[in-house]
């Protein structure tokens, strides 16, 4: 894929010191501890930051190199942030259509643009209203379509779902991932649900370095860092929708609660804590719970605590219950975990 | 309404009544001292007419050109750092502490006849002390404080986050001050544009310093005030009175105005 920005960018005073690039199109997520740079790194490309050193080019044009650097408003980045921060005074036409007056577009155009791009984001019947008067939720989706109105050739996105009600986030999720498609973008984040189902890459940044960099996938599948495998320490089971849960393509059926109606036969992510899962020597019998038998593949204790590998599956169980079932790398077992505990995503 | 628990201890209100009483006291001493009688042939004589009419206008025009040098200087003070940026933002507040006789001999030794501007004000054939300009002038130099005292806070107060936003949308700094900056900071434009007016209207020692006081020319409100108190006390209390009034119409202006601001947002 061609390459959409090329940057790299030391910042001493706040120890941050990275390299990185986009492919045209691409979305990655930027994950890692507070304090670890992320926000910098979005500030640095959005022109707010100065770099003490590095440069940057986003297709083509030079976003800073040395001791020149473009302004914020001719770089073509555009920014959303965790708060809206639509202009008060204005309607919310007038702020999905100030990217456009100020790219010049006349004001007819420029109207017209914001109401297809509030269309593009649910939210064309708020054209009319006041940022005052809208839900988090509401505002967060026309700072959405105000920041994509620009056209930007690189959208970076600042935890963009972390102020919102548990209840809006996933529907404003599904529309990032929509808007987001064919787009390159840079969504720093908290949630693995975020990445796994926004990036198609993730990048671990960590005492301002980068300690990871890789497919979504397998980053949380197979976390090499310390950060990512605390982060990902979550079962990850891909496959299908069904009614009452997911089908892999191997033929395993996982029960789960579903929130929400899923459309049937779409790929979805089922996810599930390691701590919800139970270990057992015999297959149990008789419980309403997901069974999967594995082989396990290695032990891991922390105190009172001791995780059980098996392949891209774990388990959390204490250390005495490990001891008590005598498993050890090699061993048949079966995990089961209760359809309640199991969160299905759609990919 | 039941009045929620304040917290604040008895004896405070007791000394915030007496506060309020010494402020409130002096004006209802004016109130009772009025001539009644003979109020409205007091305030409609051909010299107090003139003076109100002096002071309204240079008020306004003074009150305008704060607004003009006021704004860019609290944006520069608020927004951006420069080296003596604090030395600055200090000689701009000292008119505020400094006495306005003070004030009025600065502006005579700046744009007087023997002034530093003097000399090449009157090669263009500008002369300003003892004219009405020179009033302008002298309301302007006292009241420009209070107008870049209170936007600087209230830009502080709303931070640069609106501003940041506008930019990564493609907008130029002048686009973001006129479309942005300015908008938000509205009701804090109004309410510093008050205080200046108000000020400019009660100026008296830079304006006899500096302007003198000519009826009709440079002879403002509290002048006429000071000057009638030597002759006739009851026009100086009927025109005190008036002052009060003019003072408190246009607070309430401005306290409408901004209140209307913040139910429409």
């Avoid at chain 1, 991932?177 to 975020?194: F, K, Y």
């Amino acid at each position: 894929m061609p390459v959409s920005l090329e940057c790299s960018a030391r910042i001493d005073a706040r120890n941050v010191d990275v390299r990185l690039s986009v492919a045209t199109g691409e979305t990655v997520a930027v994950m890692g501890p507070n304090g670890a740079g992320k926000s910098t790194l979005l500030g640095v490309l959005a022109g707010l930051v100065r770099p003490d050193h590095g440069s940057a080019v986003l297709d083509g044009k030079t976003l800073y190199d040395g001791g020149a650097s473009l302004p914020p408003y001719a770089r073509g980045v555009g920014l959303l942030a965790q708060e809206a921060l639509l202009f008060p005074h204005l309607s919310v036409l007038e702020n999905v259509a100030f990217g456009p007056r100020c790219a010049g577009v006349p004001r007819k155009l420029a109207r017209a643009r914001a109401h297809r791009w509030l269309g593009e984001v649910d939210a064309a019947s708020l054209a009319d209203r006041r940022p005052a008067s809208l839900s988090g939720g509401q505002a967060q989706r026309v700072a959405v379509a105000r920041a994509l109105a620009t056209e930007p050739s690189l959208l970076l996105l600042d935890e963009p779902l972390a102020a919102l009600d548990i209840s809006v986030a996933p529907m404003l999720r599904r529309t990032l991932r929509r808007v987001l498609d064919g787009r390159s973008a840079i969504i720093v984040t908290h949630d693995m649900v975020d990445a796994l189902l926004l990036a198609d890459r993730v990048i671990v940044i960590d005492g301002g370095r980068i300690v990871e960099d890789g497919p979504t996938r397998s980053v949380l599948e197979r976390p090499r860092s310390s950060f990512a495998a605390s982060l990902a320490g979550v079962n990850l089971i891909t496959g299908t929708t069904v009614p009452d849960g997911v089908l892999t393509p191997t033929g395993l059926h996982l029960a789960a609660m579903m929130d929400e109606e899923l459309p049937l036969g779409e790929e979805a992510a089922a996810i599930f804590s390691p701590r919800a899962v139970a270990v057992h020597r015999a297959r149990p019998t008789g419980s309403p719970r997901n069974v999967l038998a594995v082989t396990i593949t290695d032990l891991e204790q922390h105190g009172a605590r001791t995780t059980v590998r098996a392949g891209h599956l774990s388990a959390e169980i204490t250390t005495a219950s490990a001891a008590e079932l005598d498993v050890e790398p090699g061993v048949e077992a079966f995990f089961s975990v209760k359809s309640a505990e199991v969160s299905v995503y759609l990919r | 309404m039941n009045a929620a628990y304040s917290g604040v201890p008895r004896w405070l209100i007791a000394v915030a009544a007496a506060g309020a009483l010494f402020l409130v006291l002096p004006l209802a001493a004016i109130v009772l001292r009025v001539e009644w009688l003979r109020f409205g042939e007091l305030i409609t004589s051909d010299s107090s007419t003139a003076a109100l009419l002096l002071s309204l206008q240079t008020s306004a025009t003074s009150t305008v050109l704060c607004v003009l040098l006021g704004v860019p200087l609290a944006f520069a003070l608020a927004r951006t750092r420069f080296w003596g940026q604090r030395v600055l933002r200090a000689l701009v507040l000292l008119p505020l502490v400094l006495p306005p006789v003070v004030g009025g001999i600065a502006l005579l030794y700046t744009f007087g006849r023997q002034g530093l501007l003097g000399e090449s004000l009157r090669i263009l054939g500008v002369d300003i002390a003892f004219s009405t300009t020179a009033v302008v002038l002298a309301q302007t130099f006292v009241a420009l404080p209070f107008l870049v005292l209170s936007l600087e806070g209230a830009l502080r107060t709303a931070g640069t986050r609106y501003e940041t936003v506008a930019a990564t949308l493609g907008a130029r700094p002048t686009t973001v001050l006129l479309r942005v900056s300015l908008p938000l900071v509205g009701p804090g434009i109004v309410a510093g544009a008050v205080l200046s007016f108000a000020r400019a209207l009660g100026e008296f020692g830079a304006t006899l310093t500096f302007a003198g006081s000519l009826q009709g020319v440079t002879r403002t409100l509290p002048l006429e005030i000071y000057l009638q108190r030597e002759t006739d006390a009851d026009a100086a209390v009927a025109l005190s009175l008036v002052l009060v009034a003019v003072a408190v119409i246009v607070v309430a202006l401005a306290h409408r105005i901004q209140e209307g601001d913040a139910r429409e947002p």
